[in-house]
């Protein structure tokens, strides 16, 4: 059964840092590109960043661009995301999701249960 | 504000059929496939739709997608009370090399 399951969530002070894991189980880790994906209490969803399955290539959203490094750890089965001089507008339910295709596109068909970043003093 | 535009909320009976649309530009859906998600609330988003027109094995087809120009179109025929979730929309940006969603839109079924 293929399971991805997120960690490192918490209560931050601004301008703090938390790092994310996303255990992956089930599949061929290194075999399929990893997203994260984020949703504010209340609102819709907002991409926030990609991997590839050899984690050479690597994409951000324009918000969180120098501040959050995704990486990944394929011998772990792992996936990280890095989130340094966090701000309150990134509070927020975070979710990795594994590429269904290898296009160009956001077709992801599993996903975590999310874990929750809560930005404030 | 979204890259890609969906309407808040739309309604239908149960048993009609409801479409929901996706506008974007020549740079997202006019040059990249598009996916369909459903959320049901407190839950992860569930794939519906995939390569626009696609569905993965075990979504049943009463719903469907299809993509002209730039736009897309998610229909789901024979509404239950169930289907009442938030549906959104996605796709990459090859302008902007990052990955787009719509800003959702919330289906009741009256």
């Given amino acids: 059964e293929v399971q991805l399951l997120e960690s490192g969530g918490g209560l931050v002070q601004p301008g703090g840092s938390l790092r994310l894991s996303c255990a992956a189980s089930g599949f061929t880790f ?4 990893i997203n994260w994906v984020r949703q504010a209490p209340g609102k819709g969803l907002e991409w926030v960043s ?27 089965n792992t996936l990280f995301l890095q989130m340094n001089n966090l701000r309150a507008e990134d509070t927020a339910v975070y979710y990795c999701g594994r590429k269904y295709t290898n296009n160009w596109s956001m077709d992801f068909d599993y996903w975590g249960q999310g874990t929750l970043v809560t930005v404030s003093s | 504000q979204s890259v890609l535009t969906q309407p808040p909320s739309v309604s239908a009976a149960p048993g ?13 859906i006019g040059s990249n ?43 789901i025929t024979g509404l239950q009370t169930g289907d009442e979730a938030d549906y959104y929309c996605g796709t990459w940006d090859s302008s902007l090399s990052a990955g787009v969603f719509g800003g959702g839109t919330k289906l009741t079924v009256l």
Avoid: E, H, M
């Fill in chain 1, 50 to 76: 990609a991997i590839s399955d050899s984690g050479v290539y690597t994409y951000y959203a324009d918000s969180v661009q120098g501040r959050f490094t995704v990486s990944r750890d394929n011998s772990r």
């Fill in chain 1, 30 to 33: 290194s075999s399929y590109a």
């Fill in chain 2, 16 to 28: 009609q059929k409801v479409t929901i649309s996706c506008s974007g530009s020549s740079s997202n």
């Fill in chain 2, 33 to 75: 496939y598009v996916s369909w998600y459903q959320q049901l609330p407190g839950a992860a988003p569930k794939l519906l739709i995939y390569d626009s027109n696609k569905r993965p094995s075990g979504i049943p087809d009463r719903f469907s997608g299809s993509k002209s120009g730039t736009s897309a179109t998610l229909g």
